[in-house]
């Protein structure tokens, strides 16, 4: 068996062209486009590249998109009244401040102080919580890419064995949730699980989401098992590689995502369908 490659740059794709005829009905009946203001602490260079490249696609597919650069030095009062004042303006839908914090600021306190209405992240404790009772709200990006990717393939987690490996609030923990709604049954892996190599066996789905390459073992794949490698790691080679040993995974599973080109396209689609939904749901909740 030889899988089948998720193409995430063709899906990406398609899900903005949705967002792009969605955007456009929106601004019909209200007058204005959804606002995405992103923010940007300091110069780490995958975050700018990160930033620059959600500022351009939100405005690609009809959206405000602003971005708020910051000195790596901004002290943290500076940068929570500047989230005070997008939670206060109207024309604000979606705000999204850019991980790593400089050493200085606090994440969680950062993070706790965006409206819940407009957290297009999906991290605030008021996201997180709805998401655990099951209720709408607003979703972490890349899990939601995850849940799309599946659907693309034809793959309903219903009924099946879904292994999950890490445990971070942004990717692990809300991708097991996300299943458990979909009813799998989810197992969480992570740095202390012993035996890592049967627990992925048992997997129909794994969602690999550590940050390590080749942490998992093309082995371990159960024979036609969907794969979701989340991970991006740099090698020695300078390329870019996933959690999972790619090739001899690849020759067991049905799907599997490449490094590049299979989750990462879709954070992006995700937080501009984010976006949109909380641009709805504010005007619903008036």
């Not at 600021?105 to 409206?115: L, M, S, Y």
Request: with cysteine.
């Amino acid at each position: 068996m030889t899988a089948q490659l998720i193409d995430g740059k063709a899906i990406g794709l398609k899900v903005q062209d949705e967002v792009v005829t969605r955007v456009a009905e929106f601004t019909r009946l209200h007058g204005r486009a959804p606002g995405l203001d992103v923010v940007l602490v300091g110069d780490d260079p995958a975050s700018q590249v990160y930033v620059r490249n959600k500022e351009l696609t939100s405005k690609k597919v009809g959206m405000r998109g602003m971005l708020h650069r910051l000195p790596a030095d901004t002290s943290q009062t500076t940068l929570l009244e500047l989230v005070d004042r997008l939670n206060r303006d109207d024309l604000v839908d979606g705000i999204l401040v850019q991980m790593p914090l400089p050493p200085h600021i606090d994440a969680e306190t950062v993070i706790g102080t965006i409206d819940p209405l407009k957290d297009v992240d999906g991290l605030t404790p008021i996201s997180a919580g709805l998401l655990a009772l099951g209720r709408p709200g607003l979703v972490p990006c890349t899990p939601m890419g995850c849940m799309r990717l599946l659907a693309e393939v034809g793959c309903d987690p219903k009924g099946k064995r879904a292994v999950v490996i890490g445990r971070s609030v942004l990717v692990g923990k809300p991708i097991a949730q996300l299943l458990l709604a979909r009813h799998a049954t989810v197992t969480i892996a992570h740095s202390r699980t012993t035996d890592l190599g049967k627990v992925v066996a048992e997997g129909d789905i794994v969602i690999a989401a550590v940050g390590k390459e080749a942490l998992v073992r093309g082995e371990w794949i159960k024979p036609g098992a969907v794969v979701i490698d989340v991970g991006i790691n740099r090698g020695p080679d300078g390329k870019l590689h996933g959690d999972v040993e790619f090739e001899p995974a690849k020759a067991r599973a049905s799907w599997i995502t490449p490094v590049p080109g299979g989750v990462g396209p879709m954070t992006i689609a995700m937080l501009l369908c984010n976006t949109l939904d909380a641009a709805k749901a504010r005007i619903t909740a008036r």
